[in-house]
Nanobody, 123 residues
């Protein structure tokens, strides 16, 4: 059984910062891609940032967060982070962690989701 558990959400004023964490636990052999999505009521789930597992830790961001958000990961801890700065009210959403991983050496890759953490940007 694999679990992704997010933490670090909360209420912050416009211009403020938050750091989200997502820890993967359970029967994990290797994690390929980790990512953060966000969702607001009535809108499609939006990919915010992704990071790969190779040495470069190549990251990609949706245009609306470039220069404000930074995704990083600690492979030894199976954890991905999202440092968010200069937050805007339109960043308000439930932020969900996503991972593509293997549970066995020669097994297929599976997709897993966390339950999400609420981020509210408001004065």
């Amino acid at each position: 059984q694999v679990q992704l558990v997010e933490s670090g959400g909360g209420l912050v004023q416009p211009g403020g910062s938050l750091r989200l964490s997502c820890a993967a636990s359970g029967s994990i052999f290797s994690i390929h891609t980790m990512a953060w999505y966000r969702q607001t009521p009535g809108k499609q789930r939006e990919l915010v940032a992704t990071i790969t597992s190779d040495g470069s830790g190549s990251a990609n961001y949706v245009d609306s967060v470039k220069g404000r958000f930074t995704i990083s990961r600690d492979n030894a801890k199976n954890t991905v982070y999202l440092q968010m700065a200069s937050l805007k009210p339109e960043d308000t959403a439930v932020y969900l962690c996503y991972a593509i991983l293997r549970t066995q050496v020669t097994g297929p890759r599976y997709q897993y989701w966390g339950r999400g953490t609420q981020v509210t940007v408001s004065s």
